[in-house]
């Protein structure tokens, strides 16, 4: 007995030890379950558990956020219906493979269905399902939008840099070629006006001459143009009165319309103070109004009607160009502002009339903005801040100062290494009465003036000059003779190199290709000791 009560004793603590580790087990199964279903809903990841048909068993509430992100959007159900057409014979076969090899994995898959647009990687896994014959496969779905608009932002960036990188070349081209190119348009547009000079009012050449000068004037305009939207520096502004340019520049473009079209000016304040430069801001209202014309057709019969309107508020000045042109589409307007960029036939467009008006605006801190569609017409708007309590400036006595009739009894010395413009300048200068002595060499230039240093009224010198700046030679002519006037000329005057030729002296900085009467002025100027702004 007493060995039959020990055998039943060892057997029940046995059974016991077995209970107790089954506990043990189902606890730990419990626990993990528990967590798995943890980490299952709140995994910042779209996890869904799919059989082979793509019935969603179980999903997460990150999955729950990608494919029903509305309540009108259907129950997450099935998940083949959310895949777009096109990728879904993929996707099935990716849960074939998966099948047979216990995962795959695809990129790029795009789910569309009521507001979901879904573009993600998806990530297939094969389960075990001891209950079903079907097999079961847990899938992990990645949304690729956070990263896609990475990549777009980076693209984005590299089109801003070689924009960028593409107008500093642009600007480094207009510097180099505008000092050769406006020697040659200086000396076309000089000797013209010499020629009109010669022929006489009464003269049959003169409308040649007339036609050369426009030509002329037209490449000079070309090349002030590309210099001014690939300049980096901010242009020399003042307080001025904008209703007073508007009506300036709509004279301006009244004499050039053709006579069916439709012109108004609307001004509704007296006055609008802005700071600005007025030139430039007269240039950019030639251009939206050279446009307009051409956009209403030129000036056929039915040409159409362009308005200029200027209108204040508390902070800003908006001028407003309309006209009832062809208009535009969108891809043109995303272009429009481009540098070339011209929808105009090969031979009748620079594209560079909007990139000069964006430009401008940019530096003068406004803005330039367009409203457009095809069939109704444009109206582009620009934006200027108030000068608040700031007075128009006036032009002073000394800038309204005439030149004289002749330069009798003044000694010129002109430095260029053009020896067209020299030859132009010293017979222009020796109409007018001056004496005038020139040099395509700087370094000749230097030896006669250390040889005869009072002998001379004024120096003016190109800055460009192979081997020797005209920075260079005033500095030398004000170290032998430091009272003697100078002034620089060049095609492309930089905030750099306007700073350095006032700091070496300069009384004047006359830009290329200016005209006979334009450099005698300045050299009337500066032989009476004023000093030309």
Not at 61 to 67: R, T
Not at 174 to 186: K, Q, S, V, Y
Not at 403 to 425: K, M
């Amino acid at each position: 007995m007493p060995k039959k009560r020990s055998a039943q004793g060892q057997l029940q603590a046995e059974l016991a030890l077995q209970n107790e580790a089954l506990r043990y087990s189902q606890h730990m199964a419990e626990g993990a379950l528990e967590r798995f279903a943890t980490l299952f809903s709140n995994v910042p990841l779209a996890l869904l558990v799919v059989d082979e048909n793509g019935l969603v068993l179980e999903c997460n509430a990150m999955a729950l956020s990608h494919f029903r992100p509305e309540e009108r959007d259907p129950p997450l159900n099935f998940l083949f219906p959310l895949v777009l057409q096109e990728h879904l014979p993929r996707v099935k076969q990716a849960f074939v493979d998966a099948k047979q090899q216990g995962g795959s994995k695809l990129e790029g898959v795009m789910f569309s269905s009521g507001s979901i647009r879904l573009t993600a990687n998806l990530h297939i896994a094969r389960i075990e399902n001891p209950l079903d014959d079907l097999v079961n496969f847990i899938c992990a779905v990645v949304d690729l939008g956070p990263l896609l608009a990475q990549v777009a932002q980076k693209e984005a960036l590299e089109a801003q840099l070689r924009e960028s990188q593409k107008m500093q070349a642009i600007g480094t081209l207009a510097g180099g070629i505008a000092h050769d190119f406006n020697n040659i348009l200086g000396a076309i547009l000089g000797n013209t006006e010499l020629a009109r000079q010669d022929a006489g009012a009464g003269s049959a050449a003169q409308t040649s001459l007339i036609e050369i000068e426009k030509a002329g004037r037209r490449a000079r305009d070309l090349v002030s143009q590309i210099l001014t939207f690939s300049r980096k520096e901010p242009p020399a502004r003042t307080v001025i009165d904008l209703a007073q340019v508007v009506q300036e520049t709509a004279r301006l473009v009244r004499i050039g319309l053709p006579p069916a079209m439709d012109f108004r000016v609307e001004v509704n304040p007296a006055e609008a103070a802005v700071l600005a430069n007025a030139t430039q801001v007269q240039q950019v209202l030639l251009n939206l109004c050279t446009n307009a014309v051409q956009a209403c057709g030129g000036g056929g019969a039915h040409s159409g009607s362009i308005c200029i309107s200027l209108k204040t508020d508390a902070q800003t000045a908006r001028i407003a160009v309309s006209d009832t042109g062809v208009g535009m589409d969108p891809a043109t307007q995303a272009r429009v502002f481009e540098p070339f960029f011209t929808t105009k036939p090969t031979g009748q467009g620079t594209g560079l009339g909007l990139s000069v008006v964006h430009g401008i605006m940019r530096s003068h801190e406004g803005e330039v903005s367009l409203h457009s569609a095809p069939g109704q017409g444009s109206v582009f708007t620009l934006v200027f801040p108030l000068a608040v309590g700031c007075v128009v400036a006036m032009p002073s006595e000394a800038a309204r100062l005439p030149a004289l009739a002749n330069g009798v009894g003044r000694h010129i010395l002109y430095v260029d290494d053009d020896q067209a413009l020299v030859f132009l300048v010293q017979r222009a200068l020796a109409r007018r009465g001056y004496t005038v002595t020139s040099f395509t060499d700087p370094r000749l230039a230097i030896q006669a003036l250390k040889a005869t240093p009072d002998a001379f009224d004024l120096l003016v010198t190109d800055y460009n000059m192979p081997g020797f700046s005209g920075i260079d030679l005033m500095r030398e002519a004000k170290s032998i003779r430091a009272d003697l006037p100078v002034a620089l000329a060049s095609g492309y005057v930089t905030a750099e190199i306007e700073h350095s030729a006032l700091a070496a002296g300069a009384g004047a900085l006359i830009r290329k290709p200016n005209g006979v009467d334009e450099l005698a002025d300045v050299v009337q100027r500066l032989v009476q000791g004023k000093v030309v702004a």
